[in-house]
């Protein structure tokens, strides 16, 4: 089936600095989705991306969807401390069932200690 | 406005044992889905339904049944547990038309097998 491949699988920051992480895919997806995750809770949308090339921001986050739309990136801009959590690119399909939302395995992200 | 409600929070079964993971949301979504989550290895797809009366099977779907009887509920059963099944498990629902919007998701149920 279809796997998207995320990366890095994580990170630690340090307040301030610039997060970058990326989603590949070997097939091509339609839309392209970015989640964060918070301890005990369940993934909550962040950017939803529709057309290749698109670049789009929600604050201090930045997406891309990939011009082959098989890629995408997330950046988070002067981090803090609440960004700290679980990212996941999400991969979906439409036009059939819903079923096809396919997910990567996550960047889990850190606190410099 | 609740959005997706998933009881119970925790659950520990021993093996052989069957329950229901219940799901319900509140939005009057036709889409609705299971996930379970293991670590590193991302959310994966159980069970997905797009409307009452209609259920398919995702990419792991042995060992557990749902059924989609009212728009509003989702449960999924685990017929005869396993220890392979200890997982966090995530409904999500989303609209027809808010599906390119991705899904809202519950706040999970953490199953233990022992």
């Known amino acids: 089936g279809q796997q998207l491949n995320q990366s890095p699988q994580s990170m630690f920051i340090q307040e301030g600095e610039d997060v970058s992480m990326n989603c590949t895919s070997s097939?091509?997806?339609?839309?392209w989705l970015w989640y964060k995750q918070d301890p005990g809770e369940g993934p909550v949308l962040l950017i939803a991306?529709?057309?290749?090339?698109e670049l789009t921001s929600n604050g201090r986050l930045t997406a891309q969807f990939g011009i082959t739309r098989k890629d995408s990136f997330l950046n988070i801009s002067a981090s803090i401390p609440s960004d700290v959590g679980i990212y996941f690119c999400?991969?979906?399909?439409?036009?059939?069932?819903?079923?096809?939302?396919?997910f990567g395995k996550g960047t889990k992200l850190s606190v410099k200690p | 406005n609740a959005g997706v409600t998933q009881t119970p929070k925790f659950q520990v079964l021993k093996t052989g044992q069957s329950m229901t993971l219940q799901c319900a949301q509140d939005?009057?979504?036709?889409?609705m889905s299971w996930y379970r989550q293991d670590p590193g290895m991302g959310l994966r797809l159980i069970h997905y339904?797009?409307?009452?009366?209609?259920?398919d099977q995702g990419e792991v779907p042995n060992g557990y049944n749902v059924s989609r009887s009212t728009t509003e509920d989702f449960p999924l059963r685990l017929l005869s547990a396993a220890p392979s099944q200890t997982s966090v498990y995530f409904c999500?629902?989303?609209?027809?038309?808010?599906?390119?919007?991705?899904?809202?998701f519950g706040s999970g149920t953490r199953l233990t097998v022992v």
């Open positions: 999500a629902s989303s609209s027809r038309q808010g599906a390119l919007n991705g899904y809202t």
């Open positions: 097939s091509i997806f339609n839309t």
């Open positions: 991306l529709y057309k290749a090339g």
């Open positions: 999400a991969g979906l399909n439409y036009g059939g069932s819903q079923g096809n939302l396919i």
């Open positions: 939005m009057n979504h036709e889409y």
């Open positions: 339904s797009v409307g009452a009366g209609i259920t």
